[in-house]
């Protein structure tokens, strides 16, 4: 059945302030893709990410340069051969999914033969700001079990031994989204372990971490960053001890269960992440992250207002979605 795609950009004011070593953005932009059959309409979000060389222009034009194959009946597993990954395709693989699970009247953790999926506990994010104010956004959020916290600076050490002092009982995991260098990597590391964190994203450039493979480290490394899809894997395993997919850049949860499954054949640990997003981006990735040792799917947490029928968070407990938001 010919199959008629659209879709559209929106963007959804942040609270505050977002920051990493990067930049910082106060509104989350998101790309939509809409799939109809004329009778049920499938939906994905995904999020352009400037650091992959996405725009919102540039991955709404991906998108519905697709309208002709999907509307000549390609599916998921040809669109990833018709498309490489990154968030266009992802928008377009989540809304084939919704599709086919309504099309067929079941979830879509049937479809894709997984398990019904159950309440997750996702991080809650600490942005990159100085020592003082990383602390008392730290203090607030320290009823929550689980704090990232985002690194990437000159201040480190001093950063996350506030964020420990202002959140004693939380368990923390740090992102520093590829803002350390090899010289100051070590030092970094130890005061990561001197404040009991559990687990350390991308500190080095992508391009720049061979140096991962020969520095001894007691907190766990996962890469971010450097990996996208299975064919980045093998690679990573004498530098990262885990890896963190993204629907974004995996192009998709068909794609993402894929690197799942092989990742941990490869004994890597697994964290499902995901860009700051409304609820639509979040849904399909509730189904990877069953399972995972790290859930970091805080992304609506982050904004204003989510869309309706969002997901239901109690604390940081998120719930799995119901079929009127996606599958």
Known sequence: MALKLSATSETWPIAGRFAISRGAKTEACVVVACVSDGTHLGRGECVPYPRYGESAESVLSAVTAMAPALNAGLDRTALRAKMPAGAARNAIDCALIDLDAKRAGVPAHVLLGLPGP???????????????AM?????AAAHRPLLKVKLGG??????????????????????ANEGWTP????????????????????????????????????????????????????????????????????????????VAAEARALGFEIMVGCMVSTSLAIAPAVLLAQGARFVDLDGP?????????????????????????WG
Request: hydrophobic letters at 50%.
């Open 154 to 175: 000159a201040d480190d050490p001093a950063r996350i031994a506030a964020v420990r002092a202002a959140a004693p009982a939380a368990t923390l995991i740090v992102d």
């Open 183 to 258: 010289a100051d990597l070590e030092s970094n590391l130890a005061a990561c372990a001197a404040a009991g964190v559990q687990l350390v994203e991308q500190p080095l450039p992508a391009a720049d971490d061979a140096a991962l493979a020969a520095v001894p480290h007691a907190v766990p490394i996962c890469a971010d960053e450097s990996v996208h899809d299975r064919g980045t894997l093998a690679q990573l395993r004498d530098r990262y001890d885990a890896v963190n997919i993204k629907l974004d850049k995996t192009g998709g949860l068909t794609e993402a269960l894929a």
């Open 135 to 139: 602390a008392a956004a730290a203090a």
């Open 118 to 132: 159950q309440p997750l506990l996702t991080a809650y994010t600490i942005s990159l700001g100085t020592p003082d």
């Open 301 to 325: 947490l982050l904004l204003v207002d989510d869309r309706p029928h969002g997901l239901t968070f109690d604390g940081s407990i998120l719930h799995p979605a119901t079929d009127v938001l």
